[in-house]
């Protein structure tokens, strides 16, 4: 009797499966904008369902705006109330910088696991994968600029630039930030593990975040570490969003962190869909 | 005359899912792929057997267009692989050796997701999902994270992800590796159905036991080439003879029973691993009889004895040259 139950049990599944199979139809294949909010929509998903990730954004920010605004300000600028309008910006500029980092690290995740197999036997248009979750990073580094400003604003920070000043500054902050992460991505491609990965962006994130304007005025620096500073693209965002918060940006700060963004998209986002596209 | 052998000749090539041509890949200086002719009719299930690190895997990623030959060509329902990558992806699904799912999500949000890349609308995402997961048994699990799920349950509901649009040739790269039997089942009964409906496919295995039950065709590989190809029964027949198992109830009668047994069937007769068997290759049904009477006679009591046509396992130890269970160090098999 059970044998019987279990066979029409059984043979249910079975018309159950088939049905599903054949009521199975072909939509057309999504548009490029459609596939980039669905890869969005994963992003938000994974936020949801991982919250710890939210640490570098959230907690990240809080702590180096407290340890670096303390711990530097009486020896640097004498009073830690003044530092701060001098550190804020580019702190904010630092942090975001290095969170960067993670879009590449999600991306090398998403390889070592077969998920992106799949996609890429899917019928879109590839770089939405990408864009999609580059768009929710963007969101993310919103996220850490509002918490960073809020908390300094509490320690004191006052811009003089105003609303306007401050919102000119994230979107600079954002615009750099989206440009930057294609470079962990093209790394996050090639590099086989995770903790490669880590390594190779500290080495490149943490001179170059160090050697910058963002601590000190360079003009304190002997000649040739200044003129290095003076390139560095960290010490070009971070001169441009220090003007705009306190008023006195020029045409050509934000000019500049512009074009250094353009360049960087330029060339390594091709090259990551290029890698993406032809990966082994 | 030679216009209808022109015509047969192409209605043979449009009703194969794959034909490939001398497929080559190569990863630094280990051909992972040294020569692949393929030629696969739609419909049927074919079967990749072989070790791991033989090359079953990077061919299928060559034919998935994951990667790109170094040598070679290859026609996916017609389709060049070089040219027309996204005719091919369109048709296609792959379900790769690990879950092509995101763990972190449900499976819910899975399937909806590749529900909406696939062009489906949010509602009708939604639906398919709902209807895949009931017909997979995994609706009291489509709001959990993949990442709890048992294998048999992670297994199924990537296949699943595979078939929100029934494709016309589905990959499944070792489908059943490390499930339970109940699992295994399970995934058998989805693959038949999937046959059924008319969907080809083309599935790695190194379990001998699901190559005989699923394929249609199978294609044992090794070092990356074909070595044998054929239906499991054609496989069975070339190796020839039949086995002949035959197992003492004492040990110590090994060796009288070996010299009779080699006597009565005038062939090679060797001692199996266990220490109260022996195997011998006969094809003679009569000679194998006369034989075991003749052990009765002598007083050596025989526990149990066998004799049928080679299994898969001993195909594949004949044609490699090696045991099926062989671990080769080719990392690359598994990028």
């Known amino acids: ?280 | 005359m030679r216009r209808v052998a022109e015509a047969m000749h192409e209605a043979s090539t449009a009703d194969l899912a794959i034909k490939a041509t001398g497929l080559v890949k190569i990863f630094g200086k280990h051909r992972a792929v040294d020569g692949v002719d393929l030629a696969i009719r739609k419909g049927m299930v074919y079967g990749f057997l072989g070790p791991n690190g033989a090359g079953k895997t990077t061919t299928i990623r060559l034919l998935a267009t994951l990667l790109k030959p170094d040598g070679g060509s290859a026609e996916i329902f017609g389709h060049d692989l070089h040219r027309e990558g996204d005719e091919i992806r369109s048709r296609i699904s792959l379900t790769g050796q690990y879950a092509s799912i995101d763990e972190d999500l449900t499976g819910m949000e899975n399937l909806v997701m590749i529900a909406r890349l696939m062009g489906y609308a949010r509602r009708e995402a939604k639906m398919r999902a709902e209807e895949l997961l009931r017909a997979f048994g995994l609706e009291d699990a489509a709001k959990r994270q993949v990442k709890n799920y048992s294998g048999g349950m992670r297994r199924r509901v990537d296949i699943a992800a595979s078939i929100v649009v029934t494709p016309e040739l589905l990959f499944l790269d070792e489908p059943t590796a490390g499930l339970d039997p109940r699992s295994r089942n399970q995934v058998w009964d989805i693959i038949r159905a999937l046959v059924k409906a008319g969907t080809t496919v083309l599935l790695t295995t190194q379990y001998l036991d699901e190559a005989d039950q699923l394929a249609d065709r199978i294609a044992v590989i090794d070092q990356g080439k074909i070595i044998a190809e054929g239906t499991s029964s054609e496989l069975k027949e070339s190796v020839g003879s039949g086995t002949l198992n035959v197992q003492l109830l004492n040990g110590e009668d090994r060796s009288r029973a070996m010299a009779i047994l080699e006597e009565k069937l005038s062939v090679h007769v060797q001692f199996a691993a266990d220490s109260t068997s022996l195997t011998a290759q006969v094809n003679d049904s009569f000679m194998v009889a006369g034989a075991l009477g003749e052990l009765a006679k002598q007083g050596i009591a025989v526990t149990s004895f066998s004799f049928g046509r080679p299994s898969l396992d001993e195909v594949f130890l004949k044609l490699t040259g090696h045991g099926t269970a062989q671990e080769t160090d080719h990392k690359e098999e598994a990028i």
């Not at chain 1, 170059?208 to 040739?224: E, G, I, M, Q, R």
């Not at chain 1, 360049?263 to 090259?271: D, E, H, Q, V």
Request: proline share 5%.
């Open chain 1, 1 to 280: 009797m059970t044998g019987y139950i279990e066979q029409t049990e059984k043979d249910a599944r079975e018309l159950r499966l088939d049905e599903s199979i054949a009521s199975s139809s072909r939509p057309k294949p999504p548009s490029a904008l459609s596939s980039t909010m669905t890869f969005a929509h994963r992003a938000l998903l994974r936020i949801k369902h991982v919250p710890e990730q939210m640490f570098d954004v959230t907690v990240f920010p809080v702590i180096f705006l407290l340890m670096f605004t303390y711990l530097f300000g009486g020896a640097i600028a004498g009073s830690t109330a003044e530092y701060l309008q001098f550190l804020l910006p580019g702190i904010l500029v630092m942090t975001v910088s290095q969170i960067t980092m993670y879009t590449g690290i999600d991306l090398n995740n998403d390889i070592r696991k077969g998920i992106f197999d799949r996609f890429r036997t899917l019928p879109i248009w590839l770089p939405s994968a990408l864009i999609g979750s580059l768009l929710v990073d963007v969101v993310r580094y919103s996220l850490a600029s509002f918490i960073m400003i809020i908390l300094g604003y509490a320690l004191g920070f006052r811009p003089e630039g105003g609303m306007a000043g401050i919102l000119g500054a994230i979107g600079l902050i954002l615009i750099f930030s989206f440009s930057l992460s294609w470079i962990w991505t093209v790394c996050g491609l090639i590099v086989r593990s995770e903790k490669a990965l880590m390594m190779i962006s500290f080495m490149v994130l943490f001179p170059l975040t160090f050697v910058s304007n963002v601590f000190v005025d360079p003009k304190t620096l002997p000649a040739w570490l200044e003129s290095f500073v003076d390139v560095n693209p960290i010490s070009i965002l971070a001169t441009a969003v220090r003007g705009a918060m306190h008023g006195t940006v020029t045409f050509q700060q934000v000019v500049m962190v512009l074009f250094v963004s353009l360049i960087m998209t330029a060339i390594f986002a091709p090259i990551t869909i290029y890698l993406y596209r032809n990966k082994k």
